[in-house]
């Protein structure tokens, strides 16, 4: 099994990237999401906070989660164009500690209108770039409430088997990604 890091930017009771979030840990048994409550607890990042000394707890976590993730899911709305302040705040969180380099990555979004988060994914490729994500698949779900029953969960069939599909796309690099580090391709 495969732990991979949940990134979820939305604060929103009831949303519906933690409703993606969520739906993608139960679509492939063979991997297990950790962290996913952990970027909304993130302070706002601030480097003099960047030390051994004054690390605050909820950042230690969510590091140690990236550490022991093999890959990463970021489900995020869409914000003016871009990722929400949240998933910001966690990738700044991150990029200091390598914690994301060489992870397989999937980018998940849910959005009331019709472009279903695609923009904010488009503002994240280049910081996920920088840190050393491989991109491996991206969800958008437009029109979200729609697709939710009245408890919030996904039942739409496109909606499930779109994100059965990416997490199977997921559990390949996952093992592309473990062949890679066993036989010693990839070294830090």
């Not at 969510?62 to 966690?90: L, M």
């Not at 991150?94 to 060489?102: F, K, P, R, T």
């Not at 920088?130 to 698949?137: A, E, I, Q, T």
Request: glycine residues 12%.
């Amino acid at each position: 099994m495969w732990a991979v890091l949940g990134i979820c930017g939305s604060l929103r009771r009831n949303s519906y990237n933690a409703e993606l979030l969520r739906l993608a840990g139960r679509s492939n048994p063979d991997i297990s999401v950790i962290g996913g409550d952990l970027a909304g607890r993130l302070p706002l990042f601030n480097p003099d906070l960047d030390n051994d000394e004054d690390l605050p707890e909820a950042v230690t976590r969510f590091r140690s989660c990236a550490d022991q993730a093999e890959g990463v899911i970021i489900a995020t709305p869409e914000y003016a164009h871009g990722p929400s302040g949240a998933t910001k705040n966690a990738m700044d969180w991150l990029v200091g500690s390598g914690g994301l380099a060489g992870k397989p990555t999937l980018l998940m979004s849910a959005s009331p209108g019709q472009a279903g988060g695609m923009r904010g994914h488009l503002a994240l490729i280049p910081t996920l770039t920088l840190m050393g994500s491989v991109l491996v698949d991206s969800v958008t779900v437009s029109g979200a409430p729609a697709r939710v029953d009245p408890h919030g969960g996904f039942r739409d069939p496109a909606v499930l088997e779109r994100v059965r599909l990416a997490m199977g796309e997921m559990a390949t690099a996952l093992s592309y990604s473990q062949q890679r580090t066993t036989t010693g391709l990839l070294r830090e």
